[in-house]
């Protein structure tokens, strides 16, 4: 499956976005997805994730509260909806997939096996 996020940009704080994954080639409704961030200096940080079906989320807790993961199968997309954007928000926005594992608690790099390009999200003070 390939991946093509977009709807990154600059936003002050107390702002929102809203990030797209667009998918192309096989069922995503078999596919499982995560947001990870990745803020410059820092290592790969796991979001959202949401399950197969759309029906399960999991957060880290940061997040909580002001972003939420949805997953539309018929569209083959995935968006995260951040509200209340903080500085510290501000992160190159990856979006993954993985068919491996059922379940939604998935927070590793390591558990996808696809992954799309980022997109910068830069949140001002």
């Known amino acids: 499956v390939q991946l093509q996020a977009s709807g990154g940009g600059l936003v002050q704080a107390g702002g929102s976005l809203r990030l797209s994954c667009a998918a192309s080639?096989?069922?995503?409704?078999?596919?499982?997805m995560g947001w990870f961030r990745q803020a410059p200096g820092k290592e790969r940080e796991f979001v959202a994730s949401?399950?197969?079906?759309?029906?399960?989320?999991y957060y880290i807790d940061s997040v909580k509260g002001r972003f939420t993961i949805s997953k539309d199968n018929a569209k083959k997309t995935v968006y995260l909806q951040m509200n209340s954007l903080k500085p510290e928000d501000t992160a190159v926005y990856y979006c993954?997939?993985?068919?491996?594992?059922?379940?939604?608690?998935?927070?590793?790099?390591?558990?996808?096996?696809?992954w799309g390009q980022g997109t910068q999200v830069t949140v001002s003070s």
């Open positions: 080639g096989r069922t995503f409704s078999n596919y499982a």
């Open positions: 949401i399950s197969r079906s759309g029906g399960s989320t």
């Open positions: 993954a997939a993985q068919s491996r594992s059922w379940g939604v608690i998935l927070i590793n790099t390591y558990e996808y096996d696809y």
